[in-house]
């Protein structure tokens, strides 16, 4: 079982690679491989106990279809090679801000109650994670801003519950936001979306 947990790390790395360069490119196959790659992170942070990360990991999935839809919508205003924007709003800001607050304190709670082996890093990655998707899908490029901080969390909680692929995966994912930032910044343009 050891050797298959790490196979599906390993899997999970490498199809989540590419799932950062497609996010970088803005391109919709970045929503099918986040799928392959939720799965799989998912089954193994279940396997380590590290229950917020794994629920998170299905709540990707679904948003991967979310994306998708999105997505295609806003892709179709821009030009080739043009990144899809919408503006961030002060009251998504506020309301982020407030359920990042509250949704950390609730899960710290539920996850010490669960045994989670790691409940705070779990649940700031999680919280921040949750509404990072929810930014990227709506093509804020402030999201990576989210990003930097819950990657930079959840490769401390790896190395801390020892999933070392993933902890690589996951630095991987903290300089890929960093440029991605201001890869979207240089190529965006703001669409008229509803946001």
């Not at 999680?126 to 959840?154: H, P, R």
């Not at 801390?160 to 890929?176: D, G, P, R």
Request: net charge neutral.
């Amino acid at each position: 079982m050891n050797s298959l947990i790490q196979a599906i790390e390993i899997f999970a790395a490498v199809t989540g690679i590419i799932y950062a360069v497609l996010e970088i490119l803005q391109k919709n196959a970045m929503w099918v491989v986040g799928i392959l790659t939720s799965a799989a992170c998912a089954f193994s942070f279940g396997v380590q106990h590290v229950w917020a990360s794994m629920g998170l990991n299905i709540y990707y999935v679904v948003m991967s279809v979310i994306g998708l839809y999105q997505w295609k919508k806003d892709s179709a205003q821009v030009g080739e090679g043009e990144i899809h924007l919408n503006p961030l709003t002060k009251g998504t800001v506020f309301w982020s801000a407030i359920a990042a607050l509250a949704g950390t304190l609730a899960f710290v709670w539920i996850l010490r109650i669960t045994g989670d082996a790691a409940p705070e890093l779990d649940a700031a990655a999680t919280v921040l994670s949750i509404i990072g998707t929810w930014w990227l899908a709506m093509s804020y490029k402030e999201q990576w801003f989210l990003w930097i901080v819950a990657d930079v969390i959840t490769t401390t909680l790896c190395i801390v519950t020892s999933q070392y692929a993933l902890a690589v995966l996951y630095f991987a994912y903290i300089v890929s936001a960093v440029y991605g930032y201001f890869h979207w910044k240089r190529r965006g343009k703001v669409v008229n979306s509803a946001s």
